[in-house]
């Protein structure tokens, strides 16, 4: 069965500075895509950034981009230069592609806080 | 971008009455999905629908729900009867293909409060 896991339940950090927020993923398929989503405090859920198994490189796009360690079955979400408007809770989702499951399974969300 | 839009924003409900969430999805998108979130933690999937039918169902997707989407209009979640523990966040999405490679657009939620 498909799981997402996120340990970091809130992390602060200094305006203009990176941050690195952790997921790991468990799956039995060969194939699969994650993703990870943004909740802002209006409870508005955005699309940043997806993974796809089949590729070594690494994400990015914009100031967004991923770590991704297939052996480890961790994809971590990295931001550089982070804005106060970053602030939100982010979400790591996994979506298998071979199997015959069609659903999105999220982690349990990583709220950041960017200080000025 | 793409806009998912959720009538309305927050619905409040004696136990046991019925209650519909409406869900406008993008115009030209085919699968939709719903989850449930309680109290700012994970979104749980409910369910996804196509071409008229439900697809997919996790155990959270008990026999009081049910989903539609009448002639093209709203996708709709019905809890009939409603419990306490429905109170939470419910958020809808959809998909243009529904293959695993596509992200989901979600809308902002329905905040449904059970009384």
């Known amino acids: 069965a498909q799981k997402v896991t996120q340990t970091q339940t809130s992390i602060s950090v200094m305006e203009k500075t990176t941050v690195t927020m952790d997921c790991v993923y468990e799956?039995?398929?060969?194939?699969?895509?994650l993703f990870w989503y943004k909740q802002t405090a209006s409870g508005e859920i955005v699309f940043l950034i997806r993974?796809?198994?089949?590729?070594?490189e690494n994400a990015t796009v914009g100031h967004y981009s991923l770590n991704f360690q297939k052996p480890k079955s961790s994809i971590g979400l990295i931001i550089t230069a982070t804005q106060i408007e970053d602030s939100a809770v982010y979400f790591c989702a996994m979506r298998e592609g071979s199997s015959n499951t069609n659903k999105v399974v999220f982690g349990t969300g990583t709220r950041l806080q960017v200080l000025p | 971008g793409p806009k998912v839009l959720q009538i309305p924003s927050h619905q409040i409900i004696d136990m046991g009455q019925m209650v519909t969430l409406n869900c406008d999805p993008v115009?030209?998108?085919?699968?939709f999905y719903w989850y449930k979130q309680i109290l700012g933690q994970q979104m749980e999937f409910l369910v996804n629908?196509?071409?008229?039918?439900?697809?997919?169902k996790s155990k959270l997707f008990k026999d009081q729900f049910s989903v539609e989407r009448p002639d093209g209009s709203y996708f709709t979640l019905k809890i009939q009867p409603t419990a306490l523990e429905d109170s939470a966040v419910y958020f809808c999405?959809?998909?243009?293909?529904?293959?695993?490679?596509?992200?989901?657009?979600f809308g902002s939620g329905t905040r449904l409060t059970v009384l």
């Open positions: 993974q796809d198994s089949y590729k070594k």
């Open positions: 799956t039995q398929d060969s194939s699969y895509f």
């Open positions: 115009s030209n998108h085919l699968y």
């Open positions: 999405a959809s998909s243009l293909r529904g293959s695993s490679a596509e992200t989901l657009y």
């Open positions: 629908f196509y071409n008229g039918k439900v697809m997919e």
